[in-house]
């Protein structure tokens, strides 16, 4: 039985060799370059026939389509992130975390931003000072209870 850890090996090899994109590989699957990615990467799970047609796509075998539908253990190191760019983001958590935990407590009350009924997208925006990355976070907001 193929791995989380196999898969995305075997996943990123294929693309890489096709030299395809996330958008590409989203495009069969019908589904968000994001998520599509998220899955590939082994941090979430698809139904069959995405499953299938990422495979299909990536001339990958059955072993990869039983892996992309298994249900991820959703751990990762819990060092600090060294590679630049998600460490930018372990930084603006550590630097805006409290802002942003404010912000949506004024604004919804107490409660926390799902990461379950979640969507996000990542797109470009172009600048003369230099291009911007423009990410949206669209997660469903939970109140706490009192019992």
């Known amino acids: 039985m193929m791995n989380k850890a196999e898969m995305k090996q075997a996943i990123l090899e294929a693309k890489d060799a096709k030299n395809l994109k996330w958008s590409d590989i989203a495009k069969a699957a019908g589904l968000s370059p994001e998520y599509a990615c998220s899955a590939c990467l082994g941090m979430n799970h698809l139904d069959k026939k995405p499953a299938e047609a990422v495979v299909k796509v990536l001339g990958l075998g059955k072993d990869v389509t039983a892996a992309l539908q298994r249900f991820p253990l959703k751990t990762w190191?819990?060092?600090?992130?060294?590679?630049?760019?998600?460490?930018?983001?372990?930084?603006?958590?550590?630097?805006?975390?409290e802002t942003i935990k404010e912000m949506i407590n004024e604004k919804f009350g107490d409660g926390i931003m799902s990461a379950i009924d979640f969507s996000m997208e990542i797109d470009r925006q172009a600048d003369p000072k230099g291009d911007r990355v423009v990410v949206k976070l669209n997660g469903k907001f939970l109140p706490y209870k009192s019992w």
């Open 77 to 97: 190191t819990q060092a600090v992130p060294t590679d630049p760019l998600i460490y930018r983001w372990y930084e603006i958590v550590g630097v805006y975390g």
